[in-house]
């Protein structure tokens, strides 16, 4: 198979031809048709992941059609349209037989803990557990756009931040994360507020439902802007971008009894991020991660996308092939792009 392919963080990748994955018992193979480019998978390249043991293909969200199966594998068969979390559970341990998957202590993630989907092939395990079956309605580049940004802001939102109409939501960060936040709250009737410093970002953001904006780079207190917009502070606010400023940003906008989701990855220099402790105990705020979402959850999506409630397809700005996914990758730290790039050429 033709793979992204490195052995040293920080080296541009290269495409190689490389072995195809063989299914596990419980496992399948499936052939990519689709792959998004994730932050997320630049953290990776960078090294910030402990997961990573080199040499390494990258790539985590994924739609495609089951090409081998696992003996032991019973709800899916070959030629099934599937994506997967990109966090998925063993299906044996106590945390996924609560149903929490997501924070399963033996989780495994494509891209990460094995090789992933920049590829023209990948393997999956536990595919009973955590695929998920496509309806044939839904094409394969909107499906793997699902797979990380916009499921993990769909629980964000929905499990994490219990957001309901009417309320306010202050989303910091416009990139893919941020960008499904403000569509999802917007679309529970939320009053969403976008916070970047790309006024092209901003926007994008009110086309997309957010109902007021701020530019970080032209107010002197983004909380306080925050709060002077709301009455007082947001009932939910997310950090979408995962940094110390935009984190502490987030839960300082709080109103009294507001939730303060962080979604956006804290790593480096950002990973011990100051809180505002005390004004988390005397306002009696709420602090919540939200990583990746269950399968099993994937239905509440599902059932959005099909009424038109979430469009998700709005949020691909472009569609690439391996070389150029190259690029993107390397950059994605300076990319000014909006929206998600997603990988539909292989060959």
């Known amino acids: 198979m033709k793979a992204m392919y490195y052995e040293t963080y920080g080296v541009r990748p290269e495409i190689r031809t490389l072995p195809d994955p063989v299914a596990e018992p419980h496992g399948v193979v499936i052939k990519v048709e689709a792959s998004g480019i994730c932050r997320s998978d630049w953290h990776g390249w960078q090294g910030h992941d402990s997961d990573i043991h080199l040499p390494h293909v990258p790539g985590h969200e994924l739609a495609g059609t089951i090409a081998a199966i696992g003996r032991d594998v019973r709800r899916f068969g070959i030629g099934d349209r599937v994506t997967v979390p990109f966090v998925s559970g063993c299906g044996h341990c106590e945390e996924c037989h609560s149903g ?38 839904l094409d394969f580049a909107t499906a793997a756009s699902l797979g990380c940004r916009f499921a993990t802001s769909f629980r ?65 207190d983004v909380s306080e802007a925050v709060r002077e917009l709301t009455g007082g502070g947001a009932h939910v606010s997310v950090d979408a971008l995962g940094h110390q400023v935009t984190s502490y940003n987030s839960i300082r906008n709080l109103r009294r009894r507001g939730r303060h989701v962080q979604i956006g990855l804290m790593t480096g220099e950002d990973a011990n991020a100051r809180i505002p402790m005390a004004q988390v105990i005397s306002h009696e705020l709420e602090i919540y991660g939200s990583h990746g979402m269950q ?46 790039s997603v990988i539909t050429q292989f060959a």
């Open 100 to 137: 929490n998957q997501q924070v399963c202590s033996h989780q495994f993630q494509p891209g990460f803990t094995h090789w992933g989907s920049f590829a023209e092939y990948v393997g999956i395990h536990y595919a009973d557990t955590n695929l998920v079956h496509l309806p044939e309605s």
């Open 156 to 220: 964000a939102i929905v499990d994490q931040g219990k957001v309901r109409g009417g309320e306010w939501v202050a989303v910091h960060g416009c990139g893919g994360v941020g960008l499904s936040a403000i569509m999802i709250a917007s679309a529970l009737g939320a009053n969403v507020i976008a916070i970047d410093i790309a006024d092209e970002k901003l926007d994008f953001a009110r086309s997309i439902g957010a109902v007021a904006t701020i530019n970080g780079k032209t107010v002197t």
């Open 295 to 340: 399968a099993w959850r994937y239905g509440a999506m599902m059932d959005m996308l099909a009424n038109n409630k979430l469009q998700p397809q709005k949020l691909i700005s472009r569609h690439v092939g391996l070389e150029e996914a190259v690029s993107i990758l390397i950059s994605m730290d300076q990319s000014q792009d909006v929206g998600i």
